[in-house]
């Protein structure tokens, strides 16, 4: 007898609808491990309030205090919160210590939220060990939180003022306030369309309002005009958004679309409850998004869009979660999974198929049956070959269609829970393939894989009942997250290994796990790295975590791997050391320096930044330690540094002479440079408009000269800058302002007090700032000649011997283009260049009578020849004739 024949059939956990035009399968996923009578409620789910998450998520549990429950001799002192995975095995017990619980939920993470009526809310990870605290403000700590609900993206509040809070993202932001009709009590029932699946990308509110349903988001609120239909009762919508099932309270359930513009179907459900003890649903929800379900005490019915049912029994009350492809129902004893049978598996598996995948299954059937029978011991050959035929026969005849039929199989193995039974579908396509010539393998391949993972994380010890519509819609990365929040980092890591995913992110959640677990005085918890009961310090921890990295591949250098997350981890928890330690291992400066600052290692962090190169880095860690230390403690950090830190000194000298000079000026005193402190000053008084104020600044440069030795001459000018500034200020009130003295050099002051008159005035600053006199004569003589004061400049001239000569005087004022002056000082000038100095004058005769004097025939020849004039030319040639 062939073994495989005693393996369940898929189509025995089918049922027909719309004359079997449709199939349903109801198969069981797990006996449920709970232990409901810890939780406070009872044996029975109907005294919890349940949330569980989707993509056969965990399901949190607490008694609903609404309802009554026979307690016996136990008592509770505080809510108790439940985790449990699909199989029902427990994950964690989390003490509730605040106010009364209003809403339970998960987010897409497997966060377990808890919002409270005082308008707090938590985020726990899937274990419990750890969790956020956020508010939903002011207005809802005041009025209270009536109701909520949560969906993977945030959570809609109601207010004890009957408004909507909406909160997105899970990182406390403030909340968004809804449009909403004006309530005079709360809604009879409401839910929400997440974010995702609205025009708006804002949570929409539909809500049961006496006789009518209102629809609200961020910007309005719309009346859908239903008044007398209702009152509603029940409201759900689908996975995708796009459709609603409301029930009334006459018992007629609507499945209409999300916009209100069609109804896609009504049912009177009166008659559907008639075995149970209430005709009124427990619970309305939505078989993926094709199919209603209502529950009652016990049973579950489901509605065909045709209008059809079927009925499934339980011994216990029902809760039904709903997926993107089906429902999840639990109870007290089972989970179990309802789905419309998808369409792959329908064409191989339907009773009188005539798809090619049925054929094509049929046919590799048989192939394996013959080769089977053909290798049996005392069996004909003739049979064997016989039946052969007729596979080959049916191959052929399926030779249009037979890729069609292969990827049928592939897509059907995926959406089989059975292993047998995908064993089997992946040989149909395996057989099939054979025949083709060309035909891409990796969708096989992939089906392959896909298939030992969901095989082994289906498994009950897992108890993560996923999909393969699920596994596509969530990603092999975000299953692997999900595992490593339930420490399963060994599957996880070799989940990753299998798919070729990076394991950075499973060994950096198990190196914080690592971390938290293990102390310094006793025992590791479980992980890659197995169970321990040693006593580990935190050098072998860090070891150990190094190690670890490097053997797989992910050490440092790594582009997914920051060992300053896993170092942050061990700061939080206290172990300065085992931070450090893992820190030494960060090849990332940029990763490496922010938790240096935030371990106060300040001086470390300096060093790593400087190290780094990067001079935005620097500049981080300087601003935000001088944000939080003292000055003195910041400029000390600096200057102990030494050289490993002179590029942080430099670059904080010019970000603080752009930024903050007065930083900069504390930081010159601070560190005793008195010279910089001094040249600061200096900067300053050049910028400065008020002339006290400049002169003070010189006064405090020229005291930080003074205490430099090697100054003096620097201290002197800043002295001798104070007194002209001062003096050049009593200048202009004397000139009444009408020329301006301050900021003039010596020499420019002394001219223009010659200029202005002030003749007694320049003799002393001459006298005062020691001018020479050779300097005096030419000042002078540029003053008078700016002024055209001949008869001062002649006076000038004879007051005594010129210490520059007389020359100066004539080449000065030819410059100046005053020749017929500079001539009447030709004449005391020496002899040997007067004939010359007459050529600049343009005084040609005096010039010839010079050169003929001293008996200078080639200079009167030259002077003949460039001499512009034709008539003294000829009186210049008459004399060079004479010689």
Known sequence: MDPTSLI???????????DGAVFYSRRHVYHMNWNLGAGGGGSDLSGYVVAAARFGGPIAIIRDNSKLIALGRTTFTKPVILVYSSAGTQLASITWELSKIVALGWTMSEELVVLNEDGQYRLYDLLGTTYRTYSLG????????VDARIFEAGLVALTGNLSFLEVRAWSGSKPTVLSSPVLTGPPITW????????SSRHAEVIMAVEGTIYTCDNLEHIDQQLGGSGPFTHIAVSPNGRSLALLTSSSNLWVITSDFQRKILEFDVSSLAATSSTSTPIQLAWCGSDAVLLSYP??????????????????????????????????????????????SLEKVFRPGS???????????????????SSSSVGVGVGSGSAGRARTDESIRALKPDLAFAVDACIDAAGREWDVAWQKKLLAAAKFGRAFIDLYDPRPFVAMGQTLKVLNAIRYYEIGIPMTYQQYTLLSPEELLARLTSRSMHLLALRIANFLSIKPDAVLKHWACAKISKTRPDGGIGGGIGGVSGTAEDDEDVARGIVEKFEAMGAGAGSAGVSYAEIAKRAWESGRNRLATALLD???RAAEQVPLLLGMREDGRALEKAVDSGDTDLVYQVLLNLHKRLPLGDFFKLIEDGGPKVAPASRLLQIYARDQNREMLRDFFYSDDRRVDSGLLLLEDASTQEDLTARINSIKAAQKFFSEDRERGFEARMMDENARLLALQQTLEKDVDGKAAFVGLSVGDTIMLCLQCGLHKRAEKVRSDWKVSDKQFWWLKLRALTEAKAWDELDAFSKSK???????????HLVSKGFHQQAAAYVARCDAAKRGELYML?????AAGKEFKDRGDKAGLSELVRTCPDRLIARELQGLLSSM
Request: with cysteine; proline share 10%.
């Open 801 to 811: 011997k010129s210490p520059i000569g007389y020359e100066p005087f004539v080449r």
């Open 298 to 343: 016990t049973t579950v019915v489901l509605l065909a869009p045709g209008g059809e049912t079927l009925t499934y029994h339980y011994v216990s009350t029902p809760y039904m979660v709903t997926e993107p492809d089906g429902v999840r129902v639990l109870n007290k004893e089972d989970c179990e999974f309802v789905q419309r049978v998808p369409d």
């Open 354 to 372: 005539t798809a090619p995948a049925a054929f094509l299954f049929d046919a590799s059937e048989s192939f394996a049956r013959n080769a089977s």
């Open 8 to 18: 369940q059939h898929p189509t025995l956990t089918w049922e027909a609808v719309n």
């Open 191 to 198: 839910t929400i369309i997440p974010p995702d699946q609205t």
């Open 841 to 845: 004058c343009n005084e040609y005769r």
């Open 585 to 587: 291992h960060e090849t």
């Open 138 to 145: 002011p207005e809802a700590a005041e009025t209270g939180v």
